[in-house]
Structure formats: structure tokens, C-alpha cells
Nanobody, 126 residues
């Protein structure tokens, strides 16, 4: 059974930092693309960053480029999202998700992801 468990969310002031973690079980990073998505109230789910270990490929949305960094600890099957210089518009529920293989345009193909975590809330105050 595949499980994805996010942690690390919280309340932070604008300009602050958070590090999200996604612990994966029941799958290996070699066979999946792992992505971070976020959803703010009243908005659709937005791709933030993705990692495909088998291709050594990462994608990061323009809205967070230069501020957010995706990384992984393959030995622990854990994905991280380091978020710096946070802005109030980054406030959302953040999800990690896993897609088999390598989806075309991984940040814009929500339906390609087979497994989702329960989400972790990030709130940035101004």
C-alpha cells in the first residue's frame, strides 16, 4: 500500500522559511515522479515542484522559483520542499503526490498522479 505523509507546515511571518517533508512508503523513487502541489481556498490545485529521480529531473513553478527548492533523501524515501522568503500568497494546503513514470508536463497534469498525501497547511502572515 502506497502512503504519502506530509509534515512541516505551520504559521510563519512573511519573509520566513519552512521545510516540508513527504515520507513515502510502498513505492520507490526510481519508479515514480514525486510532486509538490498546493491549493488555496477557492482556487485550483497548483503544481509547485516535481522530482523524477530516474531522469534526474526537477521542475519548479515560476511563482516560487528562486525561493523554493525540492530535494530528496532517497535512502529514507523522503522528499523535501525548502521554502524561503515566504509570501502571504504562498498560503495554502500543500500536498505531495506520486505518479508512475514521468508524466508529460508534471506540474500541470494533476490527473497523472496516482497517490496523494493528506496535505499540510502553510499560513504566511503579512
Amino acid at each position: 500500500e502506497v502512503q504519502l505523509v506530509e509534515s512541516g507546515g505551520g504559521l510563519v511571518q512573511a519573509g520566513g522559511s519552512l521545510r516540508l517533508s513527504c515520507a513515502a512508503s510502498g513505492l520507490t523513487f526510481d519508479d515514480y515522479t514525486i510532486g509538490w502541489f498546493r491549493q488555496a481556498p477557492g482556487k485550483g490545485r497548483e503544481g509547485v515542484s516535481s522530482f523524477t529521480r530516474s531522469y534526474g529531473s526537477t521542475f519548479t513553478a515560476n511563482s516560487v522559483k528562486g525561493r523554493f527548492t525540492i530535494s530528496s533523501d532517497n535512502a529514507k524515501n523522503t522528499l523535501f520542499l525548502q521554502m524561503n522568503s515566504l509570501k502571504p500568497e504562498d498560503t495554502a494546503t500543500y500536498y505531495c503526490a506520486a505518479a508512475r513514470g514521468y508524466p508529460f508536463n508534471p506540474l500541470n497534469s494533476v490527473t497523472s498522479y496516482d497517490y496523494w498525501g493528506q496535505g499540510t497547511q502553510v499560513t504566511v502572515s503579512s
